[in-house]
């Protein structure tokens, strides 16, 4: 995603290209931030939610100084300080936020309150304050600072908002601080060293390119295959029997794991839960077709 753009109309970009309007994103980027935003097409999108689950990387840059209402330098001032902290003093306030810690969530924000989006509410002026959250930090290193201008890389879970940290700078220095810029460096397993932008997406497929990464690929989760008998009657919802499966299905209790046929075909989202139908059925896909997507049938994928 480049800068500018809502990650919405990314999805509706590739609506276009490949022609199908069963697409999404797991997680989505501000506007003012570029960087990796993975996108699920066809049956792919029934897994997006685990994929919005992993860890995510940023390169953030912060200016001191001023606050503002969106907790980035595109809001209006709220706040301005002359304090110029240093080096240590910068670096000290991010440190401390390493760990589980609660932050305040930006008002303009896609957090839901009451049905309806934060920032919907935030531009409507009825809304200043969206709560705080708890959000999962593993690791911040300050790459460079010349007041009133930093850049730091943060590694962090999900439901964690860059802006909020860098608010929680400006308040730890008594200095005001901002979000200037954001990049997505990388979000689960994809990372930004091989993505691509749109419009070289675009090119790409138009000369028969085909980019889409099989879901089952990108999934960190334990593969079980099954005889090509019990293959039929997944596809009805019938779970596998133990003795159905081609390796011994093991995996801890409430684990999620992916259902194959013999050629490697993803077949479904189990989760582990032992006996005689070792693996309780979550979500099962229908059968599809190789090659390009089209609007009647397209293959789980990224």
């Known amino acids: 995603k480049e800068s500018g753009i809502i990650s919405f109309q990314v999805v509706a970009r590739i609506w276009k290209i490949f022609n199908i309007k069963n697409v999404g994103n797991p997680g989505t980027l501000d506007t003012m931030a570029a960087g990796v935003l993975p996108i699920c097409v066809g049956q792919a999108t029934r897994f997006a939610y685990i994929l919005t689950a992993g860890n995510k990387q940023y390169i953030a840059n912060f200016r001191m100084g001023k606050s503002y209402d969106s907790f980035d330098t595109t809001g209006t001032v709220k706040k301005e300080s002359p304090l110029k902290p240093s080096r240590g003093e910068i670096d000290a306030a991010l440190q401390s936020m390493v760990g589980e810690t609660e932050l305040i969530v930006p008002a303009f924000s896609a957090k839901k309150i009451d049905g309806k989006r934060a920032y919907d509410l935030a531009r409507k002026g009825e809304l200043e304050d969206a709560g705080t959250a708890l959000m999962h930090i593993k690791l911040i290193e300050l790459v460079s600072y010349d007041y009133p201008d930093g850049v730091f890389v943060v590694d962090c879970g999900k439901g964690t908002y860059v802006r909020s940290i860098i608010n929680k700078l400006g308040e730890e220095t008594a200095a005001c601080a901002a979000m200037s810029g954001l990049i997505r460096s990388q979000n689960g397993p994809f990372h930004m060293s091989a993505a691509r932008k749109l419009d ?54 409430d684990a999620l794991c992916l259902i194959m046929d013999t050629s490697g075909k993803l077949l479904a989202l189990g989760e582990f839960k032992g006996g005689t139908s070792p693996i309780r059925l979550s979500t099962v896909l229908h059968s599809y077709s190789h090659g390009l997507p089209s609007r009647q049938t397209l293959p789980g994928r990224c």
């Open 200 to 253: 070289d997406i675009a090119e790409a497929v138009n000369n028969g390119e085909n980019l889409l990464i099989p879901v089952q690929n990108v999934l960190d989760l334990p593969k079980f295959a099954i005889n090509n008998k019990a293959a039929e009657r997944i596809l009805n919802g019938i779970a596998p029997k133990y003795n159905d499966y081609l390796q011994e299905p093991s995996a801890h209790a």
